[in-house]
């Protein structure tokens, strides 16, 4: 296995002496690199720091945490100081921050070395990383598929053996479903877990910077280090960080974990169900109680996203004017400007959102559209609040309703695009924490299941998690250059 495939495998390989982090930096690089050429490139990175670690760290002098000397990435709407920070689209495009993320900061105080910045749909508007302007980012286990989106190339360089962890960010499932597509862990946290500072904003009270990993374990490393209280956050929560020390206390045994029969019905391929099934009957066998809960108002979580996303997405947007940031039209005066820069800098998916959102804030239809689905939410999160105070531990469901699609398939029918969160974006909506891990394949593709959690039962989450990998044993084949 490539020492670039775990935080426990890179660590080993440093304090062995196997190799400086100055090294590993340099094959991960060189992965990187070798992954992009030919005529199918899968282009995981936007871009690649050209220096590792700034002081060679030698063996033994790296410090003892987890992530110390290790290389990783980070989804390009997630600030850096060195790198550009575009969010895939052209209106960004040269743009560097002159701030780093919070938890980009901390990482880095932990001893990670950001590798690069990678592709997503723009402003993580998409769920197959085709909407990028750079161009999409293909599925490592078959370049002919989407790796899922937004956060696909963040998706891609975990699931591609270039990086053992990286950063992603989730508004309606942009981690969870690549991390299914790609046959790897996604977590999104609890809403106010992590800092939002330094991240993009698309929609404000969804957003959550999320961690794609080959396990469990290494999620819970990185989220510990990212978690926490941040002054400049003031929806970030001061909370005990979740502990990956605590994943080894949490046991399937006596946990009890509810299926909602919402999730399980039309529309998910019978070979996804048939995997659900079998991974129940495992977590059963380890000791736990499995019982059918409901969801009543699952089928109004995709439309109450797309009025609540959309009109965030159209307020947070209005700062790309061509004055402050990035790209800027040339123009005879200056509502031109605004006019001609967002006309070429945003992308059609952006644009889309922008008329949706402003359409539904607008003056006279803000009652029936915003206000509705506000409303519509609190009945979402009524029932998982119910579900959880029925004793409860955690919900277990599909992560996406199919394996990964064709390029192309569905990018020209922005509705069957958004139908593929169906059974993500309550988790967004309600703000608890959620994850996704690979429980096998449908024709050598792939497929992910979703835990739900309580509010701020990550520990739980990925105990159960860990303990579900052991019993499922999947596989993720090496991916060649
Ligand atoms: N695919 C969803 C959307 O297009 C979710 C995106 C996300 O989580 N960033 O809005």
Request: one cysteine or more; aromatic letters at 8%; glycine letters at 10%.
């Amino acid at each position: 296995m490539s020492i670039l495939t775990s935080l426990g495998a890179a660590r080993a390989a440093l304090d062995g002496g196997e190799l400086d982090a100055a090294g590993l930096f340099a094959l991960a690089r060189e992965r990187a690199r070798k992954l992009d050429d030919g005529d199918r490139p899968i282009r995981a990175f936007l871009s690649l720091s050209k220096n590792g670690p700034s002081a060679p760290i030698k063996a033994g002098s790296a410090g003892d945490g987890p992530l110390a000397g290790v290389p990783l990435a980070i989804k390009d709407n997630i600030c850096t100081s060195e790198l550009p920070t575009t969010c895939g689209s052209r209106i960004l495009e040269g743009y560097v921050s002159p701030y780093a993320a919070t938890a980009v900061r901390r990482l880095e105080a932990a001893g990670a070395r950001v590798l690069g910045k990678t592709n997503c749909d723009e402003f993580a508007m998409g769920s197959s990383t085709e909407n990028s302007a750079y161009g999409p980012t293909r599925n490592p286990l078959d370049r002919d598929r989407v790796p899922g989106g937004s956060s696909g190339g963040s998706t891609a360089a975990v699931a591609s053996g270039t990086v053992p962890v990286a950063l992603g960010s989730s508004t309606g499932g942009s981690v969870r479903q690549p991390a299914a597509f790609c046959g790897i862990v996604g977590v999104k946290p609890t809403y106010g877990r992590v800092s939002r500072y330094g991240l993009v904003a698309f929609a404000s009270s969804l957003d959550q910077i999320g961690i794609l990993s080959r396990s469990a374990r290494d999620a819970a490393v990185v989220l510990e280090c990212i978690s926490g209280f941040d002054a400049y956050d003031s929806t970030s929560q001061d909370r005990p960080p979740p502990r990956a020390a605590a994943l080894d206390d949490v046991d399937l045994a006596g946990a009890v974990i509810g299926v909602p029969t919402e999730y399980m019905g039309q529309g998910l391929d019978d070979r996804i169900a048939t995997l659900i099934e079998e991974t129940l009957a495992a977590a059963s066998a380890a000791g736990a109680t499995v019982k059918e809960v409901s969801l009543p108002h699952t089928a109004y979580a995709i439309p109450c996203y797309y009025v609540v996303a959309p009109a965030e997405a159209s307020s947070n947007l209005a700062r790309y004017d061509g004055v402050r940031y990035g790209f800027r039209a040339s123009a005879s005066d200056i509502r031109d400007m605004y006019e001609k820069t967002r006309g070429a800098g945003f992308g059609a998916e952006v644009k889309r959102r922008i008329m949706l959102g402003t359409y539904a804030l607008s003056a006279g239809y803000y009652e029936a559209y915003y206000l509705r689905a506000q409303h519509v939410r609190h009945a979402i999160a009524d029932d998982f609040l119910r579900v959880f105070a029925d004793g409860v531990d955690v919900i277990f469901a599909p992560t996406t309703p199919t394996p990964a699609f064709l390029l192309g398939e569905k990018f020209e029918d922005p509705y069957a695009m958004y139908l593929s969160d169906v059974y993500t974006v309550s988790a967004n909506l309600v703000g608890i924490p959620s994850m996704s891990i690979p429980i096998g394949e449908v024709d050598g593709l792939p497929v992910g299941g979703q835990l739900m959690a309580p509010h701020w039962e990550e520990e739980r989450m990925l105990g159960l998690a860990a303990r579900l990998e052991r019993q499922i044993d999947f596989e993720l084949p090496e991916v060649s250059p």
